[in-house]
């Protein structure tokens, strides 16, 4: 099976640096994804990395080390459209079925 | 970009009663389809995935006979909750894959409410 493991809830101030982390266990590993959700709305896709390292889009970055089984969401400058749900989630490989995290809670607040 | 249209976006029932929820890929083809549903402040959960032309794949513990999924062409798969009930309340949504590294489209999802 797959599980990955996500905070429930962030906390940060407007303009600060936040970093999300997930870590997983899977029967095989295909990439991490990234994807923001706000109440009520569809998750929108961030980010993906398919290798170890740092992929950056903008004032998202995300991060991988298949050693650890962990990634991470850094999401810098933050603003207040970014409170929102943060999830990360792996694919099955053939079956391509996207398995989510538990999913982060983001609040900024002023 | 690869857009998924969902309908409804919201639905009230009685219970006892059945609901089709609709899924669009609008500009490419969608071979599968993936269905979620989602309890308020909880994760995504794969439900199952559609397969165009054949039968869906259905996750451990899904009912396949509750949650009737239709895949009849390569742009529109339907989930149908039949004899819906108060539990099966949520928030119900698709998805499809645009490329390896282009994520997954998802619908607009759908929030059922049996009553």
């Known amino acids: 099976g797959q599980s990955l493991e996500q905070p429930s809830e962030v906390t940060a101030v407007e303009g600060a640096i936040v970093q999300i982390n997930c870590t997983y266990q899977t029967s095989g590993f295909y990439g991490l994804s990234w994807y923001q959700q706000h109440d009520g709305g569809a998750p929108t896709f961030l980010s993906y990395n398919a290798l170890d390292g740092l992929e950056e889009t903008g004032r998202f970055s995300s991060f991988l080390s298949r050693s650890d089984s962990y990634g991470y969401l850094l999401l810098q400058e933050l603003q207040m459209k970014d409170s929102a749900s943060y999830f990360c989630?792996?694919?099955?490989?053939?079956?391509?079925?996207?398995?989510f995290g538990t999913g982060t809670l983001l609040a900024v607040q002023p | 970009g690869a857009v998924v249209s969902q309908h409804p976006s919201w639905v009230i029932c009685k219970s006892g009663t059945s609901v089709k929820i609709e899924c669009r890929s609008l500009d490419f083809q969608a071979t599968t389809m993936f269905w979620y549903r989602q309890f308020p402040k909880q994760s995504l959960m794969l439900m199952a995935t559609?397969?165009?032309?054949?039968?869906?794949?259905?996750e451990q513990g899904v009912e396949k006979d509750k949650f009737l999924i239709n895949h009849a062409s390569l742009t529109l798969s339907t989930l149908t909750v039949t004899s819906a009930h108060p539990e099966d309340s949520s928030f119900y949504i698709c998805?499809?894959?645009?490329?390896?590294?282009?994520?997954?489209?998802f619908g607009s999802g759908t929030r059922l409410t049996v009553v």
């Open positions: 998805s499809a894959r645009v490329g390896p590294s282009s994520g997954y489209t």
């Open positions: 559609s397969n165009e032309g054949s039968k869906a794949t259905y």
């Open positions: 989630a792996t694919n099955g490989g053939a079956t391509n079925k996207l398995i």
